[in-house]
Each structure stands twice: as structure tokens, then as C-alpha cells.
Nanobody, 122 residues
Framework: QVQLVESGGGLVQAGGSLRLSCAAS????????MGWFRQAPGKEREFLAA????????LYADSVKGRFTISRDSTKNTVWLQMNSLKPEDTAVYYC???????????????WGQGTQVTVSS
């Protein structure tokens, strides 16, 4: 079992930045692909980014490519999502996810955190 706890959400003005953190525990963290999703009110959950266990491979949604960066430190069992140039449409609950797969992917994650709210004001 993998436990995921997100932090770092909050209120930010448009154009600003936030860095989300996800602390993982319970299994060998370095074996897991980690990622981030978000869900805005009235919308479906949206894949944002994923990173391989080694950190050598990443995958991004087109909507955030160039603005968001995913990274990880397996020695600290932590994955981050650096979010720059934030827009009001980035307002959502952001979820950390994990899966014991080899390559980053957009669907099919077994483990989910509880989420952290990000609100971008105009």
C-alpha cells in the first residue's frame, strides 16, 4: 500500500507560481511512477504530468507543458509540481498519484492522495 499526502496548495494571483509537494510512504517509492491530476468544479479529472521511478522520463499534458514541471527525489520520497504563469483556469483540486508501472502514462493510477486546493485569482 502506498500513502500519498499533498501540500503546498493555496491562493495565488494570476501570473504567480506555486510548488506542490507530495510525500509518499508505504512501499519502495523509487519503483513507482508518480504523477499529478487535477479536478475543477463540474469537470472531469485531468491528467497533468507524470515522472518515472528514476526521474529520467516525464510526460505532460499539452495544457500545462512549458508552465508546469514535475520532479522527484526518491531519497526523500517526495515528488513536486512546480507551477508557473498560473491562470484562473488552473483553479482546481490537485491530486498526487502513484502506480507501479515502468513508464509515465496518462491513465490507470492505483493510488491517489486526498488532494490540495489551488485557487488562482484574476
Amino acid at each position: 500500500q502506498v500513502q500519498l499526502v499533498e501540500s503546498g496548495g493555496g491562493l495565488v494571483q494570476a501570473g504567480g507560481s506555486l510548488r506542490l509537494s507530495c510525500a509518499a510512504s508505504g512501499r519502495t517509492f523509487s519503483n513507482y511512477v508518480m504523477g499529478w491530476f487535477r479536478q475543477a468544479p463540474g469537470k472531469e479529472r485531468e491528467f497533468l504530468a507524470a515522472i518515472s521511478g528514476s526521474g529520467g522520463s516525464t510526460l505532460y499534458a499539452d495544457s500545462v507543458k512549458g508552465r508546469f514541471t514535475i520532479s522527484r527525489d526518491s531519497t526523500k520520497n517526495t515528488v513536486w509540481l512546480q507551477m508557473n504563469s498560473l491562470k484562473p483556469e488552473d483553479t482546481a483540486v490537485y491530486y498526487c498519484v502513484a502506480d507501479d508501472s515502468y513508464t509515465p502514462r496518462r491513465v490507470g493510477y492505483d493510488y491517489w492522495g486526498q488532494g490540495t486546493q489551488v485557487t488562482v485569482s484574476s
